[in-house]
């Protein structure tokens, strides 16, 4: 029996730099697993489209598809946005099986990522206990997302972080820079960000720009094509695949 092809979804950007990452992420999962089909589709913005990848492996002879969310929490692309794109794909293609893998976070690959990025701007274990960190997001108007984003600074806080305060580059508060500032007011020598965003846009850079109107002391890179990250998308495919399977069984 053949692998399930693994569809990721990526949103988009206008930003060049966005697409670049998803793809250069998306390679890197290939040289992981050997053999299985990746393929990258984008909600809008950029090519491929999600129905018109779909439409083309129904086309070639693929019997299923797990399409896979490249977002870090359930807010309303994952509730809404990509269901609906998938049901229609399904109701014109009867003999492909969709199926929807979970969205990435909240996982420990994730906060891995998160510190090989810190390290890599120059965070030394030994600077850990003296740091303040701000786990700045993309943010979102879903509760569920912001909840996700603040339990996993109450996490990093007993990694030795001095202290973790989350932040939002849009629809929530507080921004990247009045968190940097809020750690400053409490005494907090050193501050580092961590964007906790995939790719480059529009809202890293706001989060960059918060970082540095507010004297941060370092800033990591967004999550990228990491090592860590490429297992989590195969992590969150297996996952799938064995729902699938359980499914196809209890039929």
């Not at 129904?58 to 807010?75: F, N, Q, S």
Request: charge should be positive; charged fraction near 25%.
């Amino acid at each position: 029996m053949s692998h399930p092809v693994l569809l990721v979804i990526a949103h988009g950007s206008r930003d060049p730099r966005h697409a670049a990452t998803v793809h250069a992420l998306t390679q890197r999962v290939r040289a992981e697993r050997p053999g299985l089909r990746v393929e990258t589709a984008f909600l809008e913005f950029n090519a491929p489209s999600v129905p018109r990848v779909l439409e083309r492996l129904a086309a070639e002879g693929a019997d299923e598809v797990i399409a896979l969310p490249l977002l870090l929490t359930r807010a309303f692309h994952a509730k809404t946005d990509i269901p609906s794109v998938l049901r229609e794909a399904r109701a014109r293609l009867p003999r492909l099986r969709i199926r929807q893998a979970d969205v990435l976070g909240p996982s420990p690959l994730l906060n891995a990522t998160l510190g090989r990025r810190l390290r890599e701007a120059g965070v030394r274990p030994g600077d850990i206990p003296r740091t303040g960190l701000v786990l700045a997001s993309a943010g979102s108007s879903d509760p569920e997302a912001i909840a996700v984003i603040a339990e996993i600074a109450r996490e990093l806080r007993h990694t030795g972080w001095c202290a973790v305060r989350p932040a939002f580059a849009s629809a929530s508060l507080p921004r990247t820079e009045d968190a940097v500032r809020a750690l400053r007011a409490e005494g907090v020598d050193r501050v580092a960000v961590a964007p906790y965003v995939i790719a480059p846009g529009r809202l890293p850079d706001r989060i960059a720009a918060g970082a540095e109107a507010a004297g941060a002391d370092v800033l990591a890179d967004v999550l990228g094509p990491a090592p860590e990250l490429a297992r989590l998308l195969l992590e969150r495919y297996d996952e799938a695949r064995v729902l699938t399977g359980a499914s196809s069984l209890s039929a």
